[in-house]
């Protein structure tokens, strides 16, 4: 069973632009959920996803949005970026019931300068 | 608002040894509580779920224990290894949804 898929690995921007990070979930799950992990700040949720409907919210500004597509793909942007939002940022995946384990991706490492 | 802490940031050990990781929880009363091992550079690896209903859990050499009055989780590593540095996560549910909420990690060093 192939794992979860965060595309691109890396990416560098400048400030004021915005990005979007993919991530494929592990086929048959329906829940995805974004995280940003920064050194100081260890791993923070974003936002998760389940069945296209955002389920679950963290406590970040309106620039971080996401969505998720028919087949579970899930998409987030950050708009007008800032040095700040220099990260990892990781998605995970789950069969969306709970008790069960998340399955992390590789990350996306955003570096913005 | 819910609040997980690992005691210590780093935590330095000889091979052989046990290691013995710490988590503390407030404001919150989870129904189960997992630890997740994540290597520089890399997504996090599920690795133990224990349920409020159980005391301990093991798994190989890991043993997780679940304190719901004390509001702990402890983490044991046993007969260490360098292989076993790392750095180890608890997580906790969020109230709603099934996504997870992370303690920062406590950075294991085994040494040989």
């Known amino acids: 069973k192939a794992g979860v898929t965060q595309t691109p690995r890396y990416l560098i921007k400048t400030r004021g632009q915005q990005v979007t990070l993919s991530c494929s979930p592990i086929?048959?799950?329906?829940?995805v959920s974004w995280y940003q992990q920064t050194p100081g700040q260890g791993l923070q949720f974003l936002f998760e996803y389940f069945s296209e409907t955002q389920r679950n919210k963290g406590n970040f500004p309106g620039r971080f949005s996401g969505r998720q597509f028919s087949n579970s793909r899930s998409e987030m942007n950050v708009s007008t970026l800032e040095l700040g939002d220099s990260a990892l940022y990781l998605c995970?995946?789950?069969?969306?019931?709970?008790?069960?384990?998340?399955?992390f991706g590789q990350g996306t490492r955003l570096t913005v300068v | 608002s819910q609040k997980i802490e690992q005691n210590s940031e780093a935590l330095n050990i000889q091979e052989g040894k046990t290691a013995t990781l710490t988590c503390n929880y407030t404001n919150y009363s989870p129904a189960y509580l997992q630890w997740y091992r994540q290597d520089p550079g890399r997504g996090p690896v599920f690795l133990l779920l224990?349920?409020?209903?159980?005391k301990e859990k093991r798994k190989e050499r890991l043993k997780v224990t679940f304190d719901t009055t004390l509001k702990q989780s402890l983490f044991h590593i046993t007969a260490s290894q360098p292989a076993d540095s790392a750095t180890y996560l608890c997580?906790?549910?969020?109230?709603?949804?099934?996504?997870?909420?992370f303690g920062k990690g406590t950075t294991l060093s085994v040494s040989s």
């Open positions: 995970a995946s789950s069969s969306g019931d709970v008790n069960t384990e998340a399955f």
């Open positions: 086929s048959g799950h329906r829940s």
């Open positions: 997580a906790l549910l969020r109230e709603a949804g099934t996504a997870l909420i």
């Open positions: 224990i349920r409020e209903n159980e």
